[in-house]
């Protein structure tokens, strides 16, 4: 197939339009990456993409409009977190999940009855979905698996010869895909993050945005495909979610820790590898350079395909704000390949979790429990009690599990109230312990993050046990950050 390379010109945006209308695939530049784009309503259309990204059926695509309007013509949904979204968000980097029209066709959406939808700011996309006078859908304009496209020469580099036209524009602002939300149930969820956070998102819909429980996972993933595992009925609602992403030619090691640590042990492996002959190549930004990170990152991934890269060592940023969704790409890239710094000394020896609570916190306790064992059977639960929902006092079971910790017989404690309150006050009067009282996965984060708690309580009656699993899973995988927040918590423990 001869490829046409085309400007951001009306003429080109007409004919790249033209080609769009006529069943054919065209990449183009949007504010995010860029994207291969067919006629959403045309299933053969939409097919051709499928084969020319060797993108496998079930990976739902995103279609694209270029006004508000037009969402109406693709869901019979219209609710008033929607309104808020779009009037706030639209055109940008957010694509809602949302119930399909039947007029859609299942080839794209990937099997399902729902529908990803986004309108993007890129004033060139919106041109193009105007001329061309259809939705197109479009997922990145890579061959599947590949980093994501951030300018026209990442296209060419992937696309020439498989697709009709290859629209060439700037350079991506954004440079990690949109954030997907779904609004098809009570509380809007998060299935991919993006530069549109769930801090941000909550703030302006006025409630708790959720993100997606996978999110908060490390899969399992497959040694013969490099695939997550996963239950071969699961039909993803948004791309990324099932498949291998973004991956670079070379092996990618991630390094997770302090500052100091990391830089440390990079630079030690570092002049080991070079040592040995193999080319190395360093991904290393601060904490405040989370945007700057995402702008980036894929086009350092595939300039380190072209530079025939041997092994990529990278720093793994604050899963917080932007850094969670530069990190759930950067994770994928290296296959989970992580090596955790904090976790490295006594690493093989199991850890420890007291658990206590009264009645009103024996019901979630339980199901606390049961979650932790199916998650990681290597750890050891120690259950101090209560066993039953007949009333008992909290400040027993609150100093029990506190003396646990602060003794060393447990690494880290979880304590249950009907609330968390009292029960977290009662162990925090043992000196050396640190317990937060965590209502939502961004406490659980920060509570590790910041003030490095290894208790934490939680409320039977006021958290589901869905959201208390969210946030233990959270708590347990966060890392303290170190630095000035050590100074502040070697002054908790004095006082």
Same mark, same amino acid.
């Given at each position: 197939?001869?490829?046409?390379?085309?400007?951001?010109?009306?003429?080109?945006?007409?004919?790249?339009?033209?080609?769009?209308?006529?069943?054919?695939?065209?990449?183009?530049?949007?504010?995010?990456?860029?994207?291969?784009?067919?006629?959403?309503?045309?299933?053969?259309?939409?097919?051709?993409?499928?084969?020319?990204?060797?993108?496998?059926?079930?990976?739902?695509?995103?279609?694209?409009?270029?006004?508000?309007?037009?969402?109406?013509?693709?869901?019979?949904?219209?609710?008033?977190?929607?309104?808020?979204?779009?009037?706030?968000?639209?055109?940008?980097?957010?694509?809602?999940?949302?119930?399909?029209?039947?007029?859609?066709?299942?080839?794209?959406?990937?099997?399902?009855?729902?529908?990803?939808?986004?309108?993007?700011?890129?004033?060139?996309?919106?041109?193009?979905?105007?001329?061309?006078?259809?939705?197109?859908?479009?997922?990145? +304009? $890579?061959?599947?698996?590949?980093?994501?496209?951030?300018?026209?020469?990442?296209?060419?580099?992937?696309?020439?010869?498989?697709?009709?036209?290859?629209?060439?524009?700037?350079?991506?602002?954004?440079?990690? /895909?949109?954030?997907?939300?779904?609004?098809?149930?009570?509380?809007?969820?998060?299935?991919?993050?993006?530069?549109?956070?769930?801090?941000?998102?909550?703030?302006?819909?006025?409630?708790?945005?959720?993100?997606?429980?996978?999110?908060?996972?490390?899969?399992?993933?497959?040694?013969?495909?490099?695939?997550?595992?996963?239950?071969?009925?699961?039909?993803?609602?948004?791309?990324?979610?099932?498949?291998?992403?973004?991956?670079?030619?070379?092996?990618?090691?991630?390094?997770?820790?302090?500052?100091?640590?990391?830089?440390?042990?990079?630079?030690?492996?570092?002049?080991?590898?070079?040592?040995?002959?193999?080319?190395?190549?360093?991904?290393?930004?601060?904490?405040?350079?989370?945007?700057?990170?995402?702008?980036?990152?894929?086009?350092?991934?595939?300039?380190?395909?072209?530079?025939?890269?041997?092994?990529?060592? @990278? +720093?793994?940023?604050?899963?917080?704000?932007?850094?969670?969704?530069?990190?759930?790409?950067?994770?994928?890239?290296?296959?989970?390949?992580?090596?955790?710094? $904090?976790?490295?000394?006594?690493?093989?020896?199991?850890?420890?979790?007291?658990? @206590?609570?009264?009645?009103?916190?024996? +019901?979630?306790?339980?199901?606390?429990?049961?979650?932790?064992?199916?998650?990681?059977?290597?750890?050891?639960?120690?259950?101090?009690?209560?066993?039953?929902?007949?009333?008992?006092?909290?400040?027993?079971?609150?100093?029990?599990?506190?003396?646990?910790?602060?003794?060393?017989?447990?690494?880290?404690?979880?304590?249950?109230?009907?609330?968390?309150?009292?029960?977290?006050?009662?162990? $925090?009067?043992?000196?050396?312990?640190?317990?937060?009282?965590?209502?939502?996965? /961004?406490?659980?984060?920060?509570?590790?993050?910041?003030? $490095?708690?290894?208790?934490?309580?939680?409320?039977?009656?006021?958290?589901?046990?869905?959201?208390?699993? @969210?946030?233990?899973?959270?708590?347990?995988?966060?890392?303290? @950050?170190?630095?000035?927040?050590?100074?502040?918590?070697?002054?908790?423990?004095?006082?």
């Amino acid at each position: 197939m001869e490829t046409k390379i085309l400007s951001t010109s009306e003429q080109d945006i007409r004919e790249a339009a033209e080609i769009i209308a006529a069943g054919g695939l065209v990449a183009f530049p949007t504010e995010t990456v860029y994207g291969l784009g067919a006629n959403a309503l045309d299933p053969v259309a939409v097919g051709k993409v499928y084969k020319a990204k060797g993108r496998p059926s079930d990976n739902p695509m995103i279609v694209h409009i270029s006004h508000k309007d037009d969402l109406t013509k693709l869901t019979d949904l219209m609710t008033s977190d929607m309104e808020i979204l779009m009037d706030n968000c639209w055109p940008g980097p957010i694509t809602m999940v949302v119930p399909a029209k039947d007029m859609i066709p299942r080839v794209t959406t990937g099997g399902l009855d729902t529908v990803a939808v986004r309108m993007p700011s890129s004033e060139v996309a919106r041109r193009l979905i105007t001329e061309s006078g259809v939705p197109i859908a479009a997922p990145s +304009a $890579n061959l599947s698996g590949h980093p994501s496209p951030t300018t026209y020469q990442h296209c060419i580099d992937d696309l020439m010869g498989r697709v009709d036209a290859i629209v060439c524009g700037e350079d991506c602002q954004v440079g990690i /895909e949109s954030t997907v939300i779904d609004m098809t149930g009570d509380t809007p969820m998060i299935l991919r993050p993006g530069i549109l956070t769930k801090e941000k998102l909550s703030e302006i819909l006025g409630k708790e945005v959720i993100p997606d429980p996978a999110l908060l996972k490390k899969p399992e993933i497959s040694k013969e495909t490099g695939n997550p595992v996963a239950d071969p009925d699961f039909r993803p609602k948004s791309p990324g979610m099932k498949y291998k992403h973004y991956a670079p030619k070379a092996e990618m090691v991630i390094y997770r820790g302090s500052k100091e640590a990391v830089e440390d042990a990079i630079a030690k492996k570092k002049a080991e590898l070079t040592a040995e002959g193999k080319t190395v190549e360093v991904i290393d930004y601060d904490d405040a350079e989370s945007e700057k990170a995402a702008r980036e990152f894929f086009a350092r991934l595939r300039d380190c395909d072209k530079k025939g890269t041997d092994v990529i060592l @990278a +720093a793994a940023l604050s899963e917080q704000g932007v850094g969670f969704s530069v990190m759930n790409r950067m994770f994928k890239s290296a296959g989970y390949n992580i090596i955790d710094l $904090n976790n490295e000394k006594g690493s093989d020896r199991t850890m420890i979790i007291a658990l @206590a609570s009264d009645h009103g916190g024996y +019901a979630l306790k339980e199901e606390i429990k049961k979650h932790l064992k199916e998650k990681d059977k290597t750890l050891k639960l120690v259950d101090l009690g209560t066993h039953s929902e007949e009333s008992v006092d909290y400040p027993v079971y609150g100093k029990a599990c506190g003396e646990a910790v602060a003794s060393g017989k447990a690494d880290l404690g979880i304590v249950c109230c009907g609330t968390g309150i009292g029960i977290s006050i009662a162990a $925090n009067k043992v000196k050396g312990v640190r317990c937060g009282l965590c209502t939502s996965v /961004e406490m659980a984060h920060l509570t590790k993050e910041h003030n $490095n708690a290894n208790m934490i309580a939680l409320g039977g009656r006021t958290t589901t046990p869905e959201l208390a699993c @969210a946030i233990v899973d959270e708590w347990l995988d966060t890392e303290f @950050a170190g630095g000035r927040h050590k100074r502040r918590t070697d002054m908790l423990d004095e006082m």
